[in-house]
């Protein structure tokens, strides 16, 4: 592995045309660029530090570059580049710069890997498996569900019932989110977070997720005969649906990673799903969410003008109490 591997090139021999200018972030340098130059070339005669593992190759992604301006300046992939980027799920900006030529006029890039720690990271990336996508930008819906009032509900009840009903819980409310096309990426306490759309073409995200919530809610109804009859008690739920662009991905250290997805649409739906106790509802939805479903959704309550914390700006939310069936 070469840092400072500067482009090996004879003195004697004519500078080729320069066809355009580039710039690196973070490293602040601009430079013109050659004809045939790739983008490390040019990175390497320049002094930037600049990972290139597998020897320009094509062979691994530490060289990787985000062409944040010009990248229908640079030219299109090639074989060995489309396959790596087939095989970790990149985004058309994100580049190899040892195959990546500039073609011409003006390019800007950013370099994601950048010291040590970055490189144990990306060869993290590189060998896992061909499914786990280090991150692709999707519009998606986001679904927040929580227990209401689970602490009570649970109190007096042994331990390892608690766990056995928490199972059983998330057992059933996951095979309905599955059947509407959706996963559930992560658990809190007796909550959870789940994604419809990304990667599941042909589907209305929000659509989906509001058909899920509301199936949701008929298996919370049901499971309520199951929770009644052992401990005299019942427990509802609360669901807050939000839409909008999110990344989904891989992330976490190689041996705990996980596939999750980040984004401000997944912090609205977590603030809307608490909105609910605010307004005594069960099932709030996102005027983003709205939009797509407003021609099956019977609402209920309306809140205009809803300032969600940590968020800013301010949202309408609509309550949904069911949808109508337009077959």
């Known amino acids: ?73 640079c030219s299109p992939r090639n074989t060995l580049e489309r396959a790596m980027a087939q095989r970790l799920g990149f985004p058309p900006h994100l580049r190899l710069a040892c195959q990546t030529k500039a073609t011409r006029g003006e390019v800007v890039l950013k370099r994601p890997v950048l010291d040590h720690i970055d490189l144990k990271i990306i060869l ?67 909550g959870f977070l789940c994604v419809f759309g990304g990667y599941n073409k042909g589907t209305c995200p929000a659509l989906m997720a509001t058909k899920a919530a509301l199936a949701m809610q008929e298996a919370m109804f049901q499971l309520n005969k199951y929770f009644m009859l052992l401990y005299g008690k019942i427990v509802q739920i609360r669901c807050g649906i939000a839409y909008g662009q999110a990344i989904l991905g891989w992330l976490g250290a190689r041996e705990a990673e996980k596939y999750s997805v980040v984004g401000e649409v997944v912090n609205a739906a977590s603030r809307i799903e608490q909105y609910n106790k605010k307004l005594g509802t069960h099932l709030l939805v996102s005027d983003t969410v709205f939009e797509k479903i407003e021609d099956r959704a019977i609402t209920g309550k309306v809140e205009k003008g809803a300032t969600l914390r940590g968020l800013d700006k301010d949202y309408t939310l609509y309550e949904v109490l069911k949808l109508k069936d337009l077959t």
Do not use: W
């Not at 070469?2 to 690196?24: E, W, Y």
């Not at 045939?36 to 570059?65: D, M």
């Not at 766990?163 to 990426?185: C, D, K, P, S, T």
């Open 1 to 73: 592995m070469a840092l400072t591997d500067l482009h090996a090139s004879s003195q004697a021999s004519p500078q080729p045309p320069v066809v355009g200018k580039i710039t690196f972030a973070p490293d602040n340098e601009e430079a013109d660029i050659f004809k045939n130059e790739s983008i490390l070339a040019c990175s390497l005669r320049l002094g930037i530090p600049h990972y290139h593992v597998c020897g320009r190759k094509g062979q691994c992604s530490t060289c990787r570059v985000f062409v944040a301006h010009g990248l229908a300046n």
């Open 124 to 190: 993290s990336a590189n060998s896992r498996d061909i499914s786990k996508s280090i991150g692709q930008e999707q519009r998606v819906a986001v679904v927040f569900t929580d227990m209401v009032g689970f602490t009570s509900f649970s109190a007096g009840i042994p331990y390892y019932d608690v766990a056995h009903l928490l199972n059983r819980y998330f057992h059933q409310m996951g095979e309905v989110v599955g059947e509407h096309h959706g996963q559930i990426i992560d658990y809190y306490g007796d």
